[in-house]
């Protein structure tokens, strides 16, 4: 019996260590220094073949033409796209890059959880407070926007945590919210052509909406497997298998639907989760980081030999530059001509 005290009392310490949330003020993100960006971009496409290197990672969507769907493209993105703070290690942290300096790495899907609290958002991982607010994530968005309006961003936004000291819904809050960015969301049901959304971010709503148009409805979606949403006017076919007891069959289930996304159902949108965690047997702590350096290796692998397709949206752990430009490049190929400088076009698969 005492072995068994001592046993609730250690796990409710971590549980405190790991989960307590304190409320402190939020931390805007700044700016990296552009040559930093360009000269890691730079060091990296030198010896990646598949990607076109005269083709920038923050740009690259302005290579494409504007009637071009969203649901043609294979579009590297980023899962828990705030989570850079943890207590404990491996626990909740899932990025390293802020968002300014994913979406200059190329990623164009941000995962952003938020939790509702006084009436306005701050960015959760679970019950961790991630040092960010929402209007500190959409300063990042419209300034890296600004800088590059052929871009579009896909936001996959849900509500994360216990919601507390609010007098309205979470879907008032992101209204409020929209009308402060107003001119700065596309929030139609559909997903759009390119040249519908550049400049924009495009949300993926996860919440519940009574009122209007808010966006792509993805409030259907299920816990831990894969599985198609047919709400809408464009179906979403979806892998989000987070809890990953063994990491070969999650790599399976990726792969399934990378394939899938390539082959059928060109209409739909694909979401490709290479995420999750491998929980813990002393006290069922979760590890991360497990998961994703397997995940990672199998992205590198996979996009190095399948350098052509469209293969959907690839939200990952620890998005980087490497692993987007292997993810971009297989959205063109090069064109034949005589130059001897190389161009490259949209990928053509028909």
């Known amino acids: ?27 805007y993100e700044t700016q990296p220094a552009a040559d930093l960006l360009f000269q890691h971009a730079a060091s990296f496409e030198a010896t990646t073949t598949a990607y076109p290197a005269r083709i920038p990672l923050s740009n690259w969507m302005e290579m494409v033409p504007g009637n071009v769907n969203l649901t043609s493209l294979s579009l590297p993105g980023a899962h828990n796209a705030c989570a850079r703070y943890e207590r404990i ?21 941000l995962d952003i959880r938020c939790r509702h609290i006084d009436n306005t958002f701050l960015i959760h991982h ?51 919210y929209a009308r402060r960015y107003a001119n700065r969301w596309y929030l139609q049901p559909e997903v759009p052509a390119l040249e519908e959304a550049r400049g924009k971010i ?32 464009t179906p979403l076919r979806i892998q989000d298998e987070y809890r990953v007891p063994r990491n070969r069959v999650k790599w399976s289930n990726s792969t399934a639907l990378l394939t899938e ?18 929980p813990r047997t002393l006290l069922r702590i979760p590890n991360i980081k ?5 995940m990672g290796k199998h992205i590198v692998r996979f996009f190095t030999a399948n350098q052509r397709g469209r293969f959907g ?23 034949r001509q005589s130059s001897a400088t190389p161009v490259y076009v949209l990928n053509n698969n028909e």
């Open 202 to 233: 495009v949300l993926l709503r996860r919440f519940a909406a009574q009122h209007g148009n808010k966006g792509i409805d993805a409030t259907a979606w299920a816990r831990n497997r894969t599985f198609t949403i047919t709400n809408g006017p």
């Open 89 to 109: 290690g491996k626990t909740a942290k899932c990025q390293t890059l802020s968002i300014s300096g994913q979406l200059n790495a190329g990623i164009r899907f």
């Open 1 to 27: 019996m005492k072995k068994q005290t001592f046993i609730a009392v250690i796990a409710v310490a971590v549980m405190l260590l790991m989960f307590g949330c304190t409320r402190a003020l939020p931390i």
């Open 126 to 176: 679970g019950m961790v407070y991630q040092r960010l607010d929402f209007d500190s994530v959409m300063h990042a968005c419209i300034a890296f926007l600004d800088r590059h309006p052929g871009e579009c961003i896909i936001m996959s936004i849900k509500e994360e945590y216990t919601p507390a000291g609010n007098t309205r819904t979470f879907e008032a809050t992101f209204d409020a």
């Open 261 to 278: 996304a390539s082959a059928v159902h060109k209409e739909a949108l694909y979401i490709n989760f290479l995420s999750g965690y491998k």
């Open 313 to 335: 949206i690839i939200a990952m752990d620890f998005a980087d530059a490497a692993k987007a430009s292997l993810i971009i490049g297989t959205n063109f190929q090069e064109a």
């Open 290 to 294: 497990k998961v994703s350096m397997a």
